[in-house]
């Protein structure tokens, strides 16, 4: 039997948070840097002067580094990404700064998270220390319109998420949150959205995203969400990421710039892990950039418990290994977000392959997971 990997206690969660110039991020950061919650809290931001830190400024450990009155710590990224998360880890270690439980890591306003994504899947030492923990993107109530029209970096974004914040609900009325809503849910339906006015929303929603925590391994309920698989029944795609608003005065479509579209995938019987790996890896080969996400709960033959499997373009993390199932449901669910020009040959090719697997893909993958046992002992 294949070994799942179980998540390490040292491991410290990251969080992305997203959002287009001027979508309110800074503003959500300055409540947030600021709260009890945010205590023993490592925040990578652009500049300090974009983040109103002075009043709380208690020390500044170096050029880079301010420890602020709430206990959480900010450090300027002034270089590259995985420099920052090393040497702050050693910093710790050697009590020249808190040691931190949580990384927050802001990126520029056109930023891709996919691509921090990969970052933090790319540097042995931060997947040995850290583990990519979701992300928060900030969309712009007032100019998402047009940014999900001209942009398709805002589509990623939406895409990418694990929590959605409409920013600038005082400017626009309730039937455009609505339809902002309704547009981020149709091209990403797991993720949770929340109105957002000022910053003003606690810290504590980051709580919600993902299993990656052993804390969730004893709540089902967190998984369930995660997963956010609204229809258990559904094999076809969800509508296209175009809306229109019909009550009261119709307002003009909110279309995306790049259609994205999900598909589910349920399968009854349990999975061989290798037959899953070598699947995912097939369409992840043939189409890798329009595969924005990969999330599902997973029945592993001859095993008693859950595995949750998570990848993010290109990337796939380790299989984590549950406490118990959501629900009396053990079927396999996988969620897919995607281009839709490719959707109906991603999902053709995927579940060929689960039924007919690619013999060659096994013994490959066989090989890889002895090699590392073997390095392991």
């Known amino acids: 039997m ?20 001027g979508s309110g991020k800074t503003t959500l950061l300055n409540k947030w840097v600021n709260t009890e919650e945010f205590k023993d809290t490592l925040v990578l931001i652009n500049e300090f002067g974009d983040v109103g830190l002075d009043h709380e400024l208690v020390q500044a450990v170096d050029d880079t580094v301010v420890l602020l009155g709430s206990g959480c710590i900010c450090c300027s990224l002034q270089g590259e990404l995985i420099d920052s998360l090393t040497t702050n880890f050693i910093r710790a270690k050697k009590g020249l700064i808190p040691n931190f439980k949580r990384v927050l890591i802001e990126t520029t306003g056109l930023a891709d998270p996919s691509g921090v994504i990969s970052t933090l899947a790319g540097d042995e030492f931060v997947m040995t220390y850290y583990r990519y923990d979701g992300t928060v993107t900030v969309l712009d109530g007032q ?9 398709y970096e805002a589509v990623k974004q939406i895409a990418l998420a694990d929590i959605i914040l409409i920013s600038k609900t005082d400017l626009i009325d309730s039937d455009e949150i609505d339809a902002i809503t309704e547009v981020a849910s149709k091209i990403n339906p797991s993720a949770r959205i929340y109105p957002m006015l000022k910053g003003n929303i606690t810290p504590k929603i980051i709580e919600e995203i993902g299993p990656y925590k052993n804390s969730d391994h004893q709540n089902p309920d967190k998984v369930a969400a995660w997963l956010n698989i609204k229809d258990k029944t559904v094999a076809s795609p969800f509508k296209p990421a175009s809306v229109s608003n019909t009550i009261g005065v119709a307002k003009p479509r909110i279309i995306a710039h790049s259609n994205i579209e999900s598909f589910c995938v349920s399968v009854s019987d349990p999975l061989d892990p290798l037959v899953l ?6 369409v992840q080969e043939q189409y890798g950039d329009s595969i924005l996400r990969i999330k599902g709960i997973v029945n592993i033959k001859d095993q008693e418990k859950p595995v949750v499997i998570h990848g993010v373009q290109g990337n796939l993390y380790p299989l984590t290994e549950l406490d118990s199932w959501p629900d009396d449901d053990h079927d396999s669910k996988l969620v897919f977000i995607v281009r839709a020009t490719v959707l109906e040959q991603i999902k053709y090719i995927f579940e060929q392959a689960l039924k007919n697997p690619d013999e060659s893909a096994i013994r490959y993958y066989q090989e890889v997971i002895s090699n590392a046992e073997q390095i392991n002992q």
Do not use: H, M, W, Y
């Not at 100019?143 to 942009?151: M, P, S, T, Y």
């Not at 790996?277 to 097939?282: E, G, M, R, T």
């Open 2 to 21: 294949t070994e799942v990997i179980e998540e390490e206690d040292f491991q410290i969660p990251v969080n992305i948070i997203t959002g287009f110039l």
């Open 143 to 151: 100019f998402v319109r047009e940014q999900l029209k001209n942009q």
């Open 277 to 282: 790996l070598s699947a995912i890896s097939l």
